[in-house]
Each structure stands twice: as structure tokens, then as C-alpha cells.
């Protein structure tokens, strides 16, 4: 990498120069100026020669006038052509005489038509005198008074000196060295005129004379006519672009470096005659010269710009000439070159960037403002800091930013404009104009940064493309109040957005109904078409199946549940673990959206019926709707009734149709109300299910147009309370009492009573028949915890899953059922209910979504596969039943299936084997087992004593005579009495019994008034009553004395002691 290039003849390479300049502007060198001289190549004389001819005729030789021919005879001070040593010259042929370029330009400039030769196709070439020489016009004729112009390598300057000759009538003869070297020493031996260029040593030492031909013509030398002299070109000095960075001093002293030509020709003559090299050389001439280099040094302290003094010693930048040592140095980043004027003169100094401004390069002439958006708080620094998040600053050169105004920030860092500040994510600006005023967000809303009402209201970006203020799907904002943000439920009923928009055409506030003859069809609002119509044949379809189910409920009470009264327990598990479902999609907890589905398609079951299109038939509000959905309960049950009162009627008795059995009509409106308890307790809390907006309101959950504590909440609330104490609360409390009270009437013979609530023991075992209150609390506990923790998610949760574990142990402990299948299918059920009821399988921020989503469908898959498989063992029960089979194996999932025979002898020698042992060695051996052993013993005694009798009720084990009152067998022989009296038949249907031949069934008796007691039993069907001698009897109006008069303890007593 060169740094200084002198003795550069720039323009002879102008071009090529100008090029360099364009395409490097960054890198190309620069261009000092002339060195002290010029550079020319021009003919020349010998001073020997011109001395000659001065002193013969007084003529110098040195300008072009002293050689024209017709005056002059120049030729006689130079060798003839002939006389030089022609093995040292170059032919014509190998010359520039030969250049058809060169020589029609001359023959056009001068005519000379007799200096070229022109051959056939027009090729112009120079005439070639004697074989190596070309003769001018001046001395053609007469060559012996042409002089030789001598010159090197094809012809240089040729075309030059063959004008001149024809213009001026110059005798001139032309040769061309054969080589360097004969170029070199041919003048030396003869006295030629020259080719030769200056400063050059060639031909130093002939000391030639430049001859002067007219003043150079630019014009006429660019159209190629060279008769004037050539131009001088400035001999120049080169140093790299980069000097003035690196070494100031260096281009100062080039700056003034200049040395004349007689000073370089003096060094050259000294190389010549010493044969040193070059450093000796210009050692030599600058210790004898030195009055001529001193001025080219810049004087002490003297420093540029982009440089500062420095102090070698202190090792620091000088801010003055004090220090002895000084030198010059490029100012570093973060300081810039300042001018300091003294008594010495012009200097530079390093001086800090003030705050406010920076330079990263060194060797700077001045600092940068920090731009807008930036700011710098310390002098001297390399660059400035960015404004941080929530400042700006508009103005350059600034040490501080602005902040933005309360609660706004900016989104990037460097911000240059106030306009740059929005509210920050989660606020919104609620100003208009350019003004700022941040309010928080709220439930509801997407508030990205720089969110406002305006772009809240057109949905436009407040930024960038993903920087739209929005709702949030789920909720809903009037165009009016977009502030006022309503949660929808469900919440796909409101799909965000901007506000005032609804899914599918919905309407309200929240989206919560259908314009007037639409209804919702789970996508959109549509047309109603023929939906009044299809509700109208539903209504009646409800009635109809309502009272036909007197004939299918009240079937004969067996210990055994047949396959078709496995059915009906089945049936009624799958309507209350689907109002189940249905209750925890009421919650307020987020779901995964394949449960959410699932249970808004089962919302039917909690009376939710605007998916049914059930406003094309009622109307469209929401009071309307739950009115007539309180109402359908209510409705059902008189309808019952009123089958009931038409069956007494004379006009059906005398089509042959039974008069219904009040005690049945009873029970057939306790089992309807038992299935749909649930339901019912759901329906009347709703009103109280208030959720809150994110606004401040609330809602009714499943009528969230009714603002709870507003306009329309107080009907509602008026009709959910009253349906909550008559047919929930009121219902529960009776069916406790009757519960409490069963073993009593049964004792008593109050038939119609028992009768009238078969329904809260016929589907359980006789141990167990009180398990429908714990049924009832779990349907009841499931809608309290819904309107306790509507808006606490939480609350909700644990109060279910409390219900749910409750509910589970009892049953899992007890298994009530009669069916054993029953039992295990209501486990799983609870337990998958469980499941999702946990917490864990709601969405939140702590569980992948796609997990919770799977999850969910597995235990979906759980309760359908337990209810599918349920179906499918009572139709198979059905089946092998009508096909004279063994169905109980399979309802009793193949438990109690062993041949009755077997179990018979065993039982009978287990009693022989009992009587023989000692009393005492029996007592020591029973108190020694565990006590679920015990149990067992207990639980064998229970069923011995209550049910195993022989047909003249006799008693088995007269041995085994508890005291009285012990109540270890006193429930099961209550049971058993109350079975009896749930065999007596009302005229019901059971679809098998009339293929059950082995099996005795009860006759209906023939109506008669009243109907407060059943009638008399057949014969071989009555319950035996028992006399106070503990005989049985079969007059069914006969009571026991003790029975009738004493407490049910008291009547166990007897019928133990009967039974024993």
C-alpha cells in the first residue's frame, strides 16, 4: 500500500485517471499538485551542435525558424543520414512510416503527396528514402543537405516531427533506433537532433536545448494537427486518501515539498558521475541544500485538522504549545479536531463531544448531534442512547427525553415524536384527538398498545397489522358505550369484534335472543317456520307420555329387579347423569370446547329449550320463556291428576276402562318428580344464578337480558321461588318423611300410603330403600353450587366435587340398587362426573389447551361407553328373559348365579354343624374375629330371620331368640313387610310378566269406591297378617291387637318371635 507516489505525469494518463477518481471516490489518491516542474518531449539539440553553429553563423539552433531550408542550411552542423551506421537502425518496414493512421493525416494535412506512398486499395504509407530514412520536402531533392532526426522504439513522436518538417520546410531526414541501447549511444558517436523527453538522464550529459516551436494548440492537436509545440504536462505528487487521517504532518510537508528540474537533473548528473544509489544521491544533495528543505517542514506544535497535539511524555491530547514534547495525533472517537489560534499561529486540538452529540470516528472534524429520538447525558461519548419505552424526544442534540403522558408508553425504543405514545397494552385512550387520557381495559377487551374508542369502534389497527383493539369472543359492547363490556353465555353467542355485533343475528344486550319469527338454531337465527306447530304436537306428545306412564311405573315390586324394571333404573341414571352434564356446563368455569359443546347440547335437560326454537311458541322474551318453563312441572303433575278425576268418571267406566289408583297416580307423580329433580331444582334457582359482567351488572345466567335486581328479575324470582318450595324443597321434605314413616304404615296396614310411594323404594334393596333422599340431595347440591359460586369458578368446583364425593361414598358403601349393574354403572358415572369436575381439567394458564381437550373426550367416551354397555345388559336381560333364560346372571353381572340347590344343603349342614358347638366355645370364637366378620355374621342373621321362612311362616330357629327390640333383624323384617305390600298390583303393565309363567303375579281386583286403601289381595298374592298369637291369617281385615296398638318396635318384636 503505497502512501506517496512523486514524479507522476498525471495527464499523460488523464483518462485512465479520471476513471480511478469515479470509481474509488472513497479510496482513489489524491492529487497534490506539481512537484516545482513540467515534463515535455520535444526535439532537441546538442549544445555542442547549437555552439557550432552559433559560432560559424551566429544562429542558435533552438527555435524552429533557424531551421528552414530556404534560409538556412542547418544541415551542415548534424551527420548526414548516410553517415550514421545503418546495422543500428530500424527499415522503414518496421517502422511508424508504415501506419496508414499516421500517414493520412499527414498527407491530408500537408498534401504532400510525394512523401507517401498510396498503393492500390488506398493504404497511405511513408515514402522510404534509401531503405531507412523518410527525406523532408526541404531536402528530397538534395538529400545530402538533410539532418538527422533522431529518435527510439518504432518512431516515437514521428507523426509530430513530419508536420513540423513539411510546415516549417525543415531539411529533416527521419531514423529509428533498432533498440534501446542504440538509442542510447547513437548521439553520443553523431551529431543528431533528438527525440527526448525531460526529466530524463539519457542524454544528461549532451546537455540538449529544447528547440521552440510555436505555442502549444490545443484545439489543433485535438483534430490531430501537431505543427505546434506539444504541452508541458505538470510533473505531480501523489499521496493516499487516507494520509491526511493517518499521518497529517506527512501531507503537510508534501504540500510544500517542491524541488526544481535543475535541482533533479543536478541529482541525476551526481548518480551519473558516482554511481550511488538513490538514497545516497538525495542524502548528498539534502545535507548541501539545506536552506531548500527546511520550509517544507511544518513548524513545532503545528498540527491539522482531524489531528489535536499530543504530549509523548504526559501520554494525553495538549489543550495549548506548553509541553516541550508535542507531536500531532488523530483525535479519537468521541472528540473531534478544533481549531486553536496562538501567537505561534494555526493549531488543532482534541476537544470532548459536549452532551447532546457524539462522534464514533476518530479523526473528526466535529461532533454529531444526537438525532430526534435520542439523547446523550455525558461529554465525549461514541454515540447516543435510544429514548426508552414510554419517552420520546422530537428535537436534536438533547441530553434528556420527554416523557409520555400518564399511563402511555411507546412501543419501540428511540421514539422521535409524541404521536408515538399510546396507551399502554390492557388500557385504552378514551380522549379524542391527539390528547391522551389512559383508562384500564377491563374484562373483555383486547387492549394492545396505543389502543383508543376510535379504533375499538372501526376495528382498524392502532399500529401494526396485530395491533387491533377488539372484544374479546364471549363478549359483547354496544356501538353507543363500547366500554360497557357484557359476557355472553354461552359465549359463542358473541364472536367479538367491534361492538354491536352478535353471532348469527342474535340480539340484546348481551346477544341473547332472536328477532320476532326467528329462532336459534345453534348457528344462527333462522326462520320458525313450522317450530310452533312441532311444539304444539310435542306438548301433547308430553301429556300423552305422562299419563301413559301410570301403566308402565306402578308394575308388581319384586327383591329381584327384572330386566325391564333394570331398564327403568337405567333409564332414570342416564337422565340424571345427563342433567348432570348439563348442570356443569352452567358453570362459570372455562371448559374445553368439546364439553362446552356437549353440554349446550344437553341443556334440554335443565329446560334450556331456546335451541329448540321454544320462542317461536311461547314468544321471545326471556320472562315469557322461563315462566313457561316453570310451568312444565306444575302442568305435568295435574295432568296426572286430572287422568286420575277423568278415570272416576262414570262414561270411561263404562267403556270397561279401570278407574286409575289414587295411591298410583301418587306414586307415578313422585317417580316423575324423582326423575326430573334435578332438572326442577335447576329451573327454579335460576333466577338466582346471577353472573357479573365485566361492566358492573349482573345477569340471570341462562337469561342474561334480565339484569338481576332490574326490571323483569322480580317475576322470575317470584316463580323460581315458588316452584323451589313446593316442588324441590317441598317434594325432598316429603319424600324424608315418607322414608322415615314406611316401616310404620307397613306395620300399620296402611296400604295406600306405601303404595303411593313405591317410588322411593322400589329401584333399591331392602336395606337400603332410604338411598332416595341422598339421590335427591346430590341433583339439589349440584344446582346450589352453581348459584353460590356463579361468579367464583372455584366455589363452585369444591362445592360440586363435594356433592359428587359425598354422594359417591354413600353409594359405594350401601350399593343401594337392586341391580348389581346399576350399582357399578352409577360408580363410574360419578366418578367420570367427578373427574370433570375437577379443577385440573378446566382450561387455564397452567395446562396445554389441546391436553385438557383430549382429556375431556376420554372421560366423555367413559360415560357414553358406561350408558351404552347399560343398555346394552337390560336388552340382553329383555332378551334371554323372553327366551325363557337365566337374565338375573347376567343384570347381577354374574354374581348370585349358583345353583340354589347347592347352596340350600350347604346352608343346612353349616346349621347342623352350628348346633353342636358348645355355647361358650362359640362366644370365645366370635369375639375373637374381626368385626366386618362380625357384620357378616349380622348381615346372614338379618337375611335368615326375615327371609327365610317355610310356607306355613313357621318359624327356622327357634335357638336363635334375640331380646326384644335388639334390631338386628327388625329393617330387614320391615322391608320385607313393605315389599309386600308394593306387590299389590294397579292394573300397571310389566312387559315381562306376561312370559314369566313360573312366576305367580298379582290379579287386579274389580273397582269399587274409594280408593284410600288398596284392595283385598287374592288369595295366593295377600301379605299374611299375622294374630296375636303369632298365627298366620288370611282375612284381610284382620289386625293384630298388639300390631295395631302398639309402637313398630313392638310389632318387630312379635313378628320375630313369629319368625324364630
Given at each position: 500500500y503505497v502512501h506517496i507516489n512523486v514524479d507522476v505525469w498525471t495527464e499523460g494518463y488523464a483518462e485512465a485517471w479520471a476513471q480511478v477518481q469515479a470509481d474509488y471516490p472513497n479510496k482513489a489518491p489524491k492529487n497534490l499538485g506539481n512537484m516545482g516542474y513540467s515534463g515535455a518531449s520535444a526535439a532537441y539539440v546538442p549544445l555542442a551542435v547549437q555552439e557550432k553553429a552559433y559560432d560559424v553563423e551566429s544562429i542558435n539552433l533552438d527555435f524552429y525558424r533557424d531551421y528552414n531550408g530556404s534560409r538556412q542550411n542547418p544541415g551542415a552542423y548534424f551527420a548526414h543520414p548516410l553517415d550514421l551506421d545503418l546495422s543500428k537502425l530500424l527499415p522503414c518496414a518496421d517502422t511508424a512510416l508504415m501506419s496508414n493512421e499516421l500517414m493520412s493525416g499527414y498527407l491530408n494535412l500537408t498534401g504532400d503527396s510525394a512523401g507517401v506512398v498510396v498503393d492500390n486499395v488506398g493504404l497511405v504509407t511513408g515514402k522510404c528514402f534509401d531503405g531507412f530514412f523518410w527525406y523532408g520536402p526541404a531536402c528530397r531533392d538534395n538529400p545530402s543537405t538533410c539532418l538527422t532526426w533522431f529518435t527510439g522504439g518504432t518512431g516515437w513522436g514521428m507523426g509530430e516531427i513530419l508536420l513540423k518538417a513539411a510546415v516549417y520546410n525543415i531539411p529533416l531526414a527521419t531514423a529509428v533506433a533498432s533498440s534501446w541501447g542504440n538509442y542510447v549511444n547513437l548521439p553520443a558517436e553523431s551529431n543528431v537532433m533528438l527525440y527526448w523527453w525531460v526529466p530524463d538522464s539519457t542524454f544528461l550529459r549532451l546537455q540538449p536545448r529544447r528547440i521552440t516551436f510555436p505555442e502549444h494548440d490545443l484545439d489543433a492537436w485535438a483534430q490531430g494537427d501537431r505543427r505546434s509545440a506539444a504541452k508541458d504536462l505538470s510533473v505531480d505528487k501523489h499521496v493516499s486518501r487516507d494520509l491526511s487521517d493517518l499521518a497529517p504532518e506527512v501531507e503537510e510537508f508534501m504540500n510544500r515539498f517542491h524541488v526544481s528540474l535543475k535541482a533533479v537533473n543536478e541529482m541525476m548528473l551526481n548518480q551519473m558521475d558516482t554511481n550511488d544509489d538513490d538514497f545516497d544521491v538525495a542524502c548528498r544533495w539534502i545535507l548541501s541544500n539545506e536552506d531548500r528543505w527546511t520550509a517544507w517542514i511544518p513548524e513545532k506544535g503545528k498540527c491539522f485538522s482531524q489531528f489535536g497535539m499530543y504530549s509523548e511524555n504526559d501520554k494525553n491530547f495538549l489543550q495549548s504549545r506548553q509541553a516541550i514534547s508535542i507531536t500531532c495525533r488523530a483525535c479519537p472517537s468521541g472528540s473531534y479536531s478544533a481549531q486553536l489560534e496562538d501567537s505561534q499561529g494555526i493549531t488543532h486540538v482534541c476537544q470532548e463531544c459536549p452532551s447532546g452529540s457524539f462522534q464514533v470516528s476518530g479523526a473528526s472534524v466535529s461532533c454529531d448531534l444526537c438525532p430526534a429520538g435520542s439523547y446523550q447525558n455525558e461529554t465525549g461519548s461514541l454515540g447516543c442512547n435510544r429514548c426508552p419505552a414510554g419517552q420520546y424526544q422530537n428535537e436534536e442534540g438533547q441530553h434528556g427525553c420527554k416523557q409520555c403522558p400518564a399511563g402511555a408508553t411507546t412501543l419501540l425504543l428511540g421514539s422521535n415524536s409524541i404521536s408515538d405514545c399510546g396507551c399502554k397494552a390492557g388500557s385504552i385512550n378514551i380522549a379524542s384527538g391527539e390528547a391522551l387520557e389512559c383508562i384500564p381495559c377491563g374484562d373483555g377487551l383486547d387492549c394492545p398498545f396505543s389502543s383508543s374508542i376510535q379504533t375499538l369502534q372501526t376495528g382498524l389497527p392502532s399500529s401494526g397489522e396485530q395491533l387491533v383493539t377488539r372484544i374479546q369472543s364471549g363478549y359483547f359492547a354496544t356501538i353507543s358505550d363500547p366500554l360497557k363490556v357484557f359476557r355472553c353465555r354461552p359465549s359463542t353467542w358473541c364472536i367479538g369484534g367491534t361492538p354491536g355485533t352478535c353471532a348469527g343475528g342474535l340480539q340484546g344486550e348481551p346477544c341473547a335472543f332472536c328477532p320476532d319469527g326467528k329462532s336459534w338454531t345453534g348457528n344462527e337465527c333462522t326462520d320458525c317456520g313450522a317450530a310452533a306447530l312441532g311444539w304444539a304436537v310435542a306438548v301433547v306428545a308430553g301429556l300423552a307420555g305422562s299419563g301413559g306412564a301410570y301403566f308402565f311405573v306402578n308394575a308388581p315390586v319384586t327383591a329381584q329387579a327384572r330386566p325391564f324394571k333394570t331398564g327403568q333404573m337405567a333409564v332414570g341414571l342416564a337422565v340424571n347423569a345427563l342433567q348432570s352434564l348439563a348442570l356443569l356446563g352452567l358453570m362459570s368455569a372455562k371448559w374445553p370446547a368439546t364439553f362446552e359443546q356437549t353440554s349446550s347440547s344437553l341443556q334440554i335437560f335443565v329446560l334450556d329449550m331456546d335451541s329448540l326454537s321454544l320462542s317461536c311458541f311461547v314468544g321471545g322474551t326471556s320472562s315469557i320463556s322461563y315462566v313457561a318453563t316453570a310451568f312444565v312441572c306444575p302442568v305435568l303433575l295435574s295432568w296426572v291428576g286430572l287422568c286420575y278425576a277423568l278415570s272416576q268418571l262414570s262414561c270411561f267406566r263404562k267403556c270397561k276402562s279401570q278407574p286409575w289408583k289414587w295411591p298410583f297416580a301418587l306414586n307415578t307423580m313422585g317417580l316423575g318428580l324423582q326423575l326430573g329433580f334435578g332438572t326442577i331444582a335447576a329451573v327454579s334457582l335460576k333466577p338466582m344464578m346471577c353472573y357479573k359482567h365485566p361492566n358492573g351488572r349482573y345477569s340471570v345466567l341462562s337469561y342474561p337480558t334480565i339484569f338481576c335486581g332490574e326490571d323483569g328479575h322480580g317475576l322470575l324470582l317470584a316463580f323460581g321461588i315458588g316452584l323451589l318450595t313446593l316442588f324441590v324443597l317441598g317434594f325432598l321434605v316429603v319424600c324424608s318423611y315418607a322414608v322415615w314413616n314406611l316401616p310404620r304404615w307397613s306395620v300399620e296396614g296402611k296400604h295406600g300410603k306405601v303404595q303411593s310411594f313405591r317410588f322411593c323404594t322400589s329401584n333399591f334393596r331392602l336395606d337400603s330403600y332410604g338411598f332416595i333422599i341422598p339421590l335427591l340431595c346430590r341433583g339439589l347440591g349440584f344446582a346450589v353450587s352453581i348459584v353460590v359460586g356463579t361468579n367464583l369458578p372455584p366455589v363452585q368446583t369444591g362445592l360440586?366435587?363435594?356433592?359428587?364425593?359425598?354422594?359417591?361414598?354413600?353409594?359405594?358403601?350401601?350399593?343401594?340398587?337392586?341391580?348389581?349393574?346399576?350399582?357399578?354403572?352409577?360408580?363410574?358415572?360419578?366418578?367420570?362426573?367427578?373427574?370433570?369436575?375437577?379443577?385440573?381439567?378446566?382450561?387455564?394458564?397452567?395446562?396445554?389447551?389441546?391436553?385438557?381437550?383430549?382429556?375431556?373426550?376420554?372421560?366423555?367416551?367413559?360415560?357414553?361407553?358406561?350408558?351404552?354397555?347399560?343398555?346394552?345388559?337390560?336388552?340382553?336381560?329383555?332378551?334371554?328373559?323372553?327366551?325363557?333364560?337365566?337374565?338375573?346372571?347376567?343384570?347381577?353381572?354374574?354374581?348370585?348365579?349358583?345353583?340354589?340347590?347347592?347352596?340350600?344343603?350347604?346352608?343346612?349342614?353349616?346349621?347342623?354343624?352350628?348346633?353342636?358347638?358348645?355355647?361358650?366355645?362359640?362366644?370365645?370364637?366370635?369375639?375373637?374375629?374381626?368385626?366386618?366378620?362380625?357384620?357378616?355374621?349380622?348381615?346372614?342373621?338379618?337375611?335368615?330371620?326375615?327371609?327365610?321362612?317355610?310356607?306355613?311362616?313357621?318359624?327356622?330357629?327357634?335357638?336363635?331368640?334375640?331380646?326384644?327390640?335388639?334390631?338386628?333383624?327388625?329393617?330387614?323384617?320391615?322391608?320385607?313387610?313393605?315389599?309386600?305390600?308394593?306387590?299389590?298390583?294397579?292394573?300397571?303393565?310389566?312387559?315381562?310378566?306376561?312370559?314369566?309363567?313360573?312366576?305367580?303375579?298379582?290379579?287386579?281386583?274389580?273397582?269399587?269406591?274409594?280408593?284410600?286403601?288398596?284392595?283385598?289381595?287374592?288369595?295366593?298374592q295377600e301379605p299374611p297378617k299375622h294374630n296375636n298369637q303369632g298365627i298366620a291369617s288370611n282375612d284381610p281385615t284382620a289386625e293384630s291387637p298388639d300390631v295395631a296398638q302398639g309402637d313398630p318396635g313392638d310389632a318387630k318384636s312379635k313378628i320375630v318371635s313369629t319368625v324364630f
Open positions: 360440586v366435587s363435594i356433592v359428587l364425593v359425598a354422594y359417591t361414598v354413600v353409594q359405594a358403601s350401601l350399593r343401594p340398587w337392586k341391580a348389581p349393574a346399576i350399582n357399578l354403572a352409577d360408580t363410574v358415572l360419578s366418578a367420570s362426573l367427578l373427574i370433570l369436575a375437577s379443577r385440573s381439567l378446566q382450561e387455564d394458564g397452567d395446562m396445554e389447551a389441546k391436553l385438557g381437550e383430549h382429556f375431556t373426550v376420554i372421560i366423555l367416551m367413559l360415560l357414553l361407553a358406561c350408558l351404552a354397555s347399560l343398555a346394552v345388559l337390560c336388552i340382553v336381560g329383555v332378551i334371554v328373559q323372553l327366551v325363557g333364560g337365566n337374565w338375573n346372571r347376567i343384570l347381577a353381572l354374574g354374581s348370585g348365579s349358583q345353583d340354589p340347590a347347592k347352596i340350600s344343603e350347604a346352608l343346612k349342614q353349616c346349621a347342623h354343624a352350628l348346633l353342636e358347638i358348645e355355647n361358650a366355645y362359640l362366644r370365645e370364637k366370635i369375639a375373637s374375629i374381626n368385626s366386618y366378620d362380625v357384620i357378616a355374621i349380622l348381615n346372614f342373621i338379618n337375611v335368615i330371620g326375615a327371609d327365610f321362612q317355610d310356607e306355613n311362616r313357621t318359624a327356622l330357629a327357634p335357638a336363635l331368640n334375640f331380646s326384644q327390640g335388639s334390631g338386628i333383624v327388625g329393617s330387614r323384617v320391615r322391608m320385607v313387610t313393605i315389599n309386600a305390600r308394593l306387590s299389590t298390583s294397579a292394573g300397571a303393565v310389566d312387559p315381562s310378566s306376561s312370559i314369566a309363567a313360573q312366576e305367580p303375579q298379582p290379579q287386579p281386583e274389580p273397582p269399587t269406591p274409594g280408593n284410600d286403601d288398596l284392595p283385598a289381595l287374592s288369595e295366593a
